[in-house]
């Protein structure tokens, strides 16, 4: 299940990247691009990504996450310039450390494991600061005013994500011969090219073994 995004790395911080790239999104990406930078639909309704981390009425998103039985994220610590650190890992700034650089016996580049319990919050909302900021991203964007808003829209999208519990798995290529491939070597994406990554899906097959041996064994109670 796709989660939304909490932070574009791609763009590097560069501020004329951040002022321009949410108008000209949807010229290149359609609707998508409007969604990827929360900017799709009025400005006082919530943005699709938004609404995901959240039951509303287009949808019962978070009841939909709380029916697995578990849910498991896989990170990359660094390297990965489509998928930031805190967004694959549904963490703040603040809550980033350095992680381990020796690897966890038997699954190379998988770095640290943390189970992250539930946090009690009546899930995210759509305050009228979030809508004035992004009627301005829509019309008048500006680096400040863009980087506000995505702060707001960060924060209720945590809320509504760590209403579940989940298993973080921090996973880290700094030692591989191509780190810079961490996004594709994470998932193995071609066993030629990306196989830094096996570790990663050893470490995810023994996860899903895991799983339905005790998922047998509850049935069998």
Known sequence: ?????LHLPFLLGVPILEKIA???APIFAGRTGSQLFLTDGKPNKPP???RMASNCEDGKFIAALGAFSCRILYANVSYDHMVGWRTSSIR???ELVKPPRRSLDGYKHVVDVEYCPPVLSDGPHFPPEAAKAKEAAQNAPSTQSTVEYHEILEEEMI???QQLGWKKVDVSFHSAFWPFFAHNNIHVKNEWLYNAGVGVVAHVAESLKQQESSTFIAANL
């Open 1 to 5: 299940m796709e989660l939304p995004p």
């Open 22 to 24: 949410a108008p000209i």
């Open 48 to 50: 699709l990504l938004l």
């Open 92 to 94: 703040r700034e603040t």
């Open 159 to 161: 809320h509504g994500l």
